[in-house]
């Protein structure tokens, strides 16, 4: 089979050369075309197991209860020294309230915020109420008449104690106040999708920058741009982008007659700095939320770019000494990049975008084109120095010898990769189909467009060059005749006993693996960056922030007014503000109390529920189903639940205790509590989607490469010998993931199915060879020197290489792009040790207990 397709392939690669190339080439330059206008595309959805439980009830009752996709802007008062005897700032004075008021109204008017969900002091949706000699006085929290009189401010004081929302929307310490808004996914009108990284831009620009500049700049036009004139301005803006002017891109703050956004270029308009009216150097803004994410890791992403131009003169340099000749160290690096190019070109022909947390996926396929095209350059080599072919005939030589085992390789990568499809996250999804359209990119590039150059190059003098070969093989001698010991019983038991030892470390630690976050904050980021430090500010100023778990208690018509439902809902809210983890817990019985308790003089033993219904009526009949603590006809109350953080202990221990309540104190209650919306609620799908799909998926990738190692050579002693080392590999990635506290999420799981892809090529080549020489009758030690010869130094080339390039990352501004960094040199450091000295290791194994052909080739008769 193998001699039938190379036949009818070879004439189609070589007998007509210039065609070929120039069919590859033209794809290239379609793709290349087709990659330029790929673009960012990042999605809160995306992120969400869409199919799981929780997510169906987050879906149901988005629109009634609000989704999860959350911004909170906490304006602050900075900390000082304060004189003794003098009182503490708080926010009651008027330059608080009136940069509040600003920043709200700015919020209001960003692209994407859901305006009838942005609530702040200066929202009518805040609302206190007070018993009063004439009944109930209900009213918002900073009246529609505000002037900052010290009368009106002692007001406000008064009306923040009585709303309750201290804590909530104002800090425990009364020195800031928070803003939160909801942001829509689509445009309920055109349906476009939201643009995140502007919105991340014009949070920086409109909100914080506003009270941090001192500087305001005014942008105004240069020409005439309908229906502007030239000099009116079109847009205010509180950030000096300096030389990157022309590249950025307004929205003028006034539509056109079709009420359409203008847009209008950095390069038409010229830039007036004059000073700003709303810089107050006393306060601070602090940001967080999914969409302030995306745009401090989009941001952090254009230094990845660096790093992947500081890979490839790495790469290239490592390729220049090991290939002896720039000429040659420029193909393989060529070939990998114009797979790269293919790569996203054909993502955009899909017609999808990348997302900045699929910005590492370039970066694999870079380093597989790069592998590959170093064995296929190393075994041209060996054809011209060794067998003194002409480039022509080595091509073909190398092309028979190495296109079919390195494209079931790249094959078996495509199918493994395809396996995450399996974990139903859109993310994952989309990673595996950009990686897995990456593979079939090096297949063309590395099996078709590599194989046509080389047989192109000149070697000027052969001989010379043959002696260059020769001196670089020499080289290698001494570590090969060391490393070949393994394929001995001196080498083998001692290695195989250490392999055991570590499965042993690597069993223990796994069931310590974090399924989701071990870290506070947003791991994606470094632990001292800006957003993280934002994110601190709002935790330990106020007992909410956008960590958000709501539990949806379904119960009959008009249900709050039932005192058994409602006894059982306040019972499950003090369970939870009782919980390790949980900030706060709010729900309607919650507000009830405190409403019963304010009609009777606050005396706390009012503060119950009443039995009696008409009573519960008048109590939950005064708060507004606006307050989103229950629908119309009250049969639909949601628990809401601050948590401190959103590490995955904090999300499991939370979700138990609404779990062992349902069983326990629910039945009977008439109530049905359902998991769960809000931003924990996702996160907790994801977890759970993570947790149950894991095994599922490493199991597939490696079931995979089993069944094409064994349709490949055959021999359930290659099957042994080449996945053995990589399920090894695996587990010790998870325990080293366990001991230095990186969660397996939607993130880390791809990583791990990519580190056991690239493993497989190492142990598929190496074993080709290998056999091959067994099958001459060589020992096995003999064999295993043989093939070190040839194909060894190439395996420990590319991985060593790759080792290099990856670890670059450990330097990157992104956590996660750090952590990945890590566990990737772990997992080429494990598969190339596992390549190596496992390999022979366990063929001396099979030799000893497996039926030996005459041949001198391993396999079961």
């Not at 620009?205 to 741009?225: C, F, G, M, V």
């Not at 949601?638 to 104190?665: G, N």
């Not at 366990?738 to 999420?745: F, L, P, V």
Request: glycine share 8%; net charge neutral.
């Amino acid at each position: 089979m193998t001699e039938a397709i190379l036949r009818a392939v070879i004439p189609l690669i070589y007998a007509r050369r210039w065609l070929s190339f120039s069919v590859l080439l033209l794809l290239s330059l379609l793709f290349g075309l087709q990659a330029l206008q790929l673009k960012p595309d990042a999605g809160f959805e995306k992120q969400i197991p869409l199919e799981h439980p929780y997510m169906k009830v987050f879906k149901e009752y988005q629109q009634a209860f609000g989704g999860a996709n959350l911004i909170s802007i906490a304006l602050m008062r900075e900390g000082g020294a304060v004189a003794p005897g003098a009182e503490k700032p708080t926010i009651y004075d008027p330059l608080f309230l009136d940069r509040l008021k600003t920043l709200s109204d700015a919020v209001f008017f960003l692209p994407g915020v859901d305006r009838t969900r942005v609530s702040s002091l200066f929202t009518p949706d805040l609302t206190y109420f007070e018993v009063v000699e004439g009944g109930i006085n209900l009213g918002n929290v900073v009246p529609r008449n505000y002037t900052p009189s010290p009368e009106m401010l002692a007001d406000i004081r008064q009306r923040v104690a009585k709303a309750g929302i201290i804590g909530r929307y104002v800090a425990s310490d009364q020195n800031g106040a928070l803003i939160v808004a909801e942001l829509l996914e689509h445009h309920p009108v055109t349906g476009e999708k939201l643009d995140y990284k502007r919105l991340a831009d014009l949070l920086e620009d409109q909100l914080r920058q506003r009270i941090a500049s001192p500087t305001l700049y005014e942008y105004r036009l240069k020409a005439d741009h309908a229906p502007y004139r030239a000099g009116d301005i079109v847009w205010h803006g509180y950030t000096d982008y300096g030389w990157k002017l022309r590249y950025q891109r307004f929205e003028a703050e006034q539509k056109d007659a079709e009420g359409q956004a203008i847009l209008v270029d950095g390069d038409e308009l010229s830039v007036k700095a004059v000073a700003n009216p709303d810089y107050a150097p006393g306060l601070s803004v602090h940001i967080i939320g999914f969409a302030k994410v995306i745009g401090d890791v989009t941001d952090a992403s254009t230094e990845v770019i660096a790093y992947f131009f500081v890979a490839m003169a790495l790469t290239l340099g490592l390729l220049w000494w090991f290939c002896g000749s720039l000429r040659l160290a420029l193909l393989p690096l060529l070939a990998a990049l114009v797979a790269v190019v293919w790569e996203l070109g054909l993502l955009r022909l899909a017609g999808f975008g990348l997302d900045p947390f699929a910005i590492l996926v370039p970066f694999l396929i870079l380093s597989i084109g790069v592998s590959h095209g170093v064995q296929y350059v190393n075994g041209w080599a060996n054809e011209v120095a060794e067998n003194q072919f002409t480039p022509l005939e080595a091509s073909i030589q190398t092309f028979r010898r190495l296109a079919i085992p390195g494209t079931i390789a790249i094959l078996t990568d495509v199918i493994g990769f395809a396996t995450l499809a399996f974990i139903q996250i859109d993310i994952v999804r989309e990673m595996a189909l950009n990686a897995a359209m990456g593979m079939a990119a090096v297949i063309a590039t590395n099996k078709l467009l590599l194989p046509i150059l080389l047989s192109w190059v000149r070697v000027a003098d052969p001989a010379q060059f043959a002696a260059r070969h020769h001196r670089r093989r020499a080289m290698g001698e001494p570590l090969w005749r060391r490393l070949s010991v393994f394929a001995t019983a001196r080498g083998a038991l001692p290695l195989l006993a250490l392999c055991l030892l570590a499965l042993a470390w690597a069993i223990h630690m796994y069931p310590k693996l974090t399924v989701g976050d071990a870290q506070a904050g947003v791991p994606e980021l470094r632990p001292d960056s800006r957003y993280n430090h934002d994110s601190a500010v709002v935790v330990n100023n106020f007992a909410i922030g956008v960590d958000i778990l709501k539990v949806i208690a379904e119960t009959g018509e008009y249900g709050c007014l039932d005192h058994r439902v409602m006894d059982n809902l306040d019972g499950l809210v003090w369970r939870l503000q009782n919980t390790e983890g949980v900030a706060s817990a709010l729900a309607l019985p919650t507000v009830a109390r405190e409403v019963r308790g304010l009609w009777n003089e606050n005396a706390p033993s009012w503060k119950v529920l009443p039995r009696n219904r008409d009573a519960m009526a008048q109590l939950v009949g005064r708060i507004p189903s606006s307050a989103g603590l229950q629908n119309l006809d009250c049969s639909r109350m949601p628990v809401l639940v601050f948590t401190s953080d959103h590490r995955a202990e904090t999300l499991d221990r939370v979700l138990a205790v609404v779990k062992d309540y349902q069983a326990q104190e629910a039945p009977g209650s008439g109530v049905n509590y359902r998991l769960a919306s809000g931003n924990v609620g996702v996160m907790a799908a994801t977890n759970e989607e993570i947790r149950a799909r894991e095994v599922v998926v490493i199991v597939w990738v490696h079931l995979t490469l089993l069944i094409f190692v064994w349709l490949s050579f055959r021999s359930l002693a290659a099957v042994i010998c080449i996945i053995t080392p990589l399920v090894l590999c695996s587990l010790l990635t998870y325990g080293f993931m366990a001991s230095i506290g990186i969660g397996m999420k939607a993130a880390t799981l791809p990583v791990a199915a990519f580190g056991v892809g690239i493993g497989v090529d190492d142990g598929i080549y190496l074993w080709g060879v290998f056999a091959h020489y067994l099958g001459r009758g060589l020992s096995l030690r003999e064999a295993y020197m043989q093939a070190l010869r040839s194909t060894g130094k190439a395996v420990l080339f590319t991985s060593l290489t790759l080792i290099v390039a990856v670890a670059m990352w450990l330097f990157s501004g992104l956590q996660f792009q750090a952590d990945m960094g890590l566990l990737l040199v772990t997992m080429f450091t494990a598969n190339l040790l596992g390549a190596l000295l496992m390999l022979p290791a366990l063929a001396w194994l099979c030799a000893k207990f497996l039926p030996m052909k005459p041949s001198g080739g391993l396999t079961i008769q």
